[in-house]
């Protein structure tokens, strides 16, 4: 198959950052609850009862019911939609497992120092979907990712 060519007068290249993520929601209830009262983030706004927003960094991070403008049906359940990754300090990736045991969260992984030069630490939200809380350490033995 043929890569598409992209010309250095590319439209496309205007774009120089992600600004937001929408995770569609099977449950948005429960994924409310737990964006907010778990990892503790603050709405900056909510359009409709199907579309909240939440300030992460620079970013903006919504959770929405599918079909608010794509007809795309829900995924079924025990499928993530996506893997999110938020960085911290390296002491941090434990002080959050910490917080995700106080809180009944169950770890994916527990903070672990990877080879590529991470301590990460996997968990999931209600939906099923992989997040990740993770440092940059030195890496062990100058492997590649």
């Not at 774009?15 to 990892?39: G, Q």
Request: a negative charge; charged letters at 25%.
């Amino acid at each position: 198959m043929d890569q598409p060519v992209r010309t250095p007068d590319s439209a496309f290249r205007a774009i120089k950052a992600i600004d937001y993520t929408v995770i569609h929601v099977r449950d948005l209830a429960a994924m409310r609850r737990f964006y907010e009262d778990v990892l503790g983030f603050d709405v900056i706004r909510e359009l409709s009862p199907r579309w909240i927003e939440y300030r992460v960094g620079a970013n903006t991070l919504a959770l929405a019911i599918p079909g608010l403008t794509a007809k795309d049906v829900p995924l079924p359940p025990g499928s993530a939609a996506l893997q999110l990754a938020f960085k911290v300090a390296t002491h941090e990736v434990d002080a959050c497992a910490d917080e995700l045991r106080r809180q009944g969260v169950a770890l994916v992984m527990p903070p672990t120092d990877q080879p590529f030069g991470h301590r990460t630490l996997f968990f999931r939200d209600p939906d099923g979907n992989l997040l990740e809380i993770y440092a940059d350490i030195p890496p062990k033995g100058g492997a590649d990712m």
